[in-house]
């Protein structure tokens, strides 16, 4: 009976190519977790940005309803919850209350160090919503921004 030497001599072969293969696949697994990971971070990124947007024309949305104190908007130093709902409100109160609650959204929606603006010029009004995209803590790296005529 004659037996073959020749698989003797390859035996572990198969243990080498499992390895390899393992290899191979930890590697694409760390590269699909770090895809991961920037899909995440891009998600929020879009998020914040939409909230950006609503809270802009959220702002619009009341200055107009306010169109008689809709000057003072800009250069209101007062922020203050000013309003109920048993009573009408004064214009002026309702630029403090709108100026408030506005504030607090950004607060609440955007990490530490988001900051929201209004500003005018030839009666073109400008809003702003500054915030820490890469939430680094530093300064605020995006802004969006529009502008509006009433």
Known sequence: MK???LSHHQSGFTL???LITLVILAIG???LAGLQATGLKNNHSAYQR???TLLTYDMIDRMRSNIVDITNYPSSTSVEADCDTSTPCSPTAMTKNDLFEWNSTITSTFASGAV???S???GIYSISIAWDDDRNANTANLTFQT???P
Do not use: C, D, T
């Open 147 to 149: 502008s509006f005529q």
């Open 50 to 52: 939409s909230q950006a």
């Open 3 to 5: 037996f073959n030497h």
């Open 16 to 18: 080498l190519e499992v």
């Open 29 to 31: 697994l760390l590269g």
């Open 120 to 122: 005018a010029s030839s």
């Open 116 to 118: 929201g603006s209004i």
